[in-house]
């Protein structure tokens, strides 16, 4: 009997030892991190730059810019394979943790989209000081919320190379009524739940609309729980969010990338209104079929499960929508050098 116990124990390290071989290797990514502080609008930020292993310096560089949520730089390693594909392009890439994630100092609760707007441009003062970082190769890349951020930086900035925007928003209002009723249909609400929710989202804007304080939000009862006095004071600053006005003063090439089966954002309104604003010669939209919000392959994102975990681990590129990486390594090699208008 205690040999056959041994026998287990034995057949059961190999196999832990194999998983744990699979486990390193799918997550080795040809990069090379490296930790950097980078002093910011208002606090330093702690950042990951994400080097080639290999190709002439200096690289180019994509600055990624988050989405909603308390994100750390890596976006819990969600961003690291995109790092790779620009890396293969001979791109680095830098991240940040948001003000007040991982121990970094702020609160991003208390940012405006005009505050993470500076808050990038600090970023690209810092990439055009460091030898290894070519100044005239730079180029942003953003997710969601990043849509009311990236359009400011590149109006400002036409030298950019490029823009890259997935997923993003046209006004912060219809966007979140539209992710509501999706959320809800996905659910198969019914038509009295359905109008519950819009009766209290409607009171909420009129709450945001008046400016009331965080106590009279609280009071009003329309959410149970209710969202957090950061929160409140996050949505009251933002609401009013629209990037309408900034779409036509961008001047770098853009790249739009949608999901098809995007729960949070009308894709639809945004590739209308982006091709209606930026001239044909300067926008490139990529719909991914069965892709969500992040271009992961929705049924992975919107079912989350053991399958989404195993993926994650075992084969974490293959979260994303066939194609989806090697677009955005194609996309930047084939960007010419841009000289400031």
Same mark, same amino acid.
């Given at each position: 009997m205690l040999r056959v116990c041994l026998r287990v124990i034995? $057949?059961?390290?190999? $196999?832990?030892?194999?998983?744990?071989?699979v486990v390193v290797v799918a997550n080795h990514f040809a990069i090379t991190e490296e930790h950097v502080e980078i002093p910011g609008s208002a606090q330093p930020l702690e950042a990951i730059l994400a080097l080639p292993t290999g190709g002439e310096k200096p690289h180019g560089l994509v600055v990624f810019v988050h989405g909603d949520g308390p994100a750390d730089a890596s976006r819990d390693s969600f961003?690291? #394979?995109?790092?790779?594909?620009?890396?293969?392009?001979?791109y680095a890439s830098v991240s940040w943790n948001k003000p007040g994630v991982e121990g970094a100092q702020g609160?991003?609760?208390?940012?405006?989209?005009?505050?993470?707007?500076?808050? @990038?441009?600090?970023?690209?003062?810092?990439?055009?000081?460091?030898?290894?970082?070519?100044?005239?190769?730079?180029?942003?890349?953003?997710?969601?919320?990043?849509?009311? *951020?990236?359009?400011?930086?590149?109006?400002?900035h036409?030298?950019?190379?490029?823009?890259?925007?997935?997923? #993003?928003?046209i006004n912060w209002l219809r966007q979140g009524e539209y992710n509501l009723l999706a959320e809800l249909r996905a659910q198969r609400a019914g038509d009295p739940e359905i109008a519950a929710a819009l009766r209290r989202r409607a009171e909420s804007v009129r709450l945001l609309r008046a400016g009331a304080d965080y106590g009279r939000y609280v009071a009003s009862g329309i959410d149970? #729980? #209710?969202?957090?006095?950061?929160?409140?004071?996050?949505?009251?600053?933002?609401?009013?969010?629209?990037?309408?006005?900034q779409l036509a003063?961008?001047?770098?090439?853009?790249?739009?990338?949608?999901?098809?089966?995007?729960?949070? *954002?009308?894709?639809?309104?945004?590739?209308?209104?982006?091709?209606?604003?930026l001239s044909p010669n300067q926008l490139t939209v990529? @719909?991914?079929?069965?892709?969500?919000?992040?271009?992961?392959?929705?049924?992975?994102?919107?079912?989350?499960?053991?399958?989404?975990?195993? $993926?994650? $681990?075992?084969?974490?590129?293959?979260?994303?929508?066939?194609?989806y990486l090697d677009s955005l390594r194609r996309f930047v090699e084939t960007q010419p050098e841009r000289t400031t208008p």
């Open positions: 034995a $057949v059961c390290c190999l $196999v832990a030892a194999a998983l744990g071989a961003y690291r #394979p995109l790092w790779e594909s620009f890396a293969r392009a001979g609160n991003w609760l208390h940012q405006s989209m005009h505050d993470r707007a500076v808050e @990038t441009e600090a970023v690209l003062t810092w990439a055009r000081s460091r030898g290894d970082i070519d100044p005239h190769r730079i180029g942003l890349w953003g997710i969601s919320q990043a849509g009311w *951020v990236l359009p400011e930086v590149a109006a400002l036409p030298e950019l190379r490029f823009m890259i925007l997935v997923g #993003p928003a149970d #729980p #209710p969202m957090s006095a950061d929160r409140w004071r996050f949505v009251r600053t933002n609401y009013t969010s629209d990037a309408m006005s003063r961008i001047k770098v090439p853009v790249l739009l990338v949608l999901g098809a089966e995007d729960r949070n *954002v009308d894709v639809a309104e945004t590739e209308r209104v982006y091709r209606a604003r990529q @719909t991914f079929a069965d892709a969500s919000h992040s271009i992961a392959k929705a049924p992975l994102d919107h079912h989350q499960g053991v399958r989404s975990f195993l $993926v994650a $681990v075992f084969a974490p590129r293959s979260l994303y929508a066939p194609g």
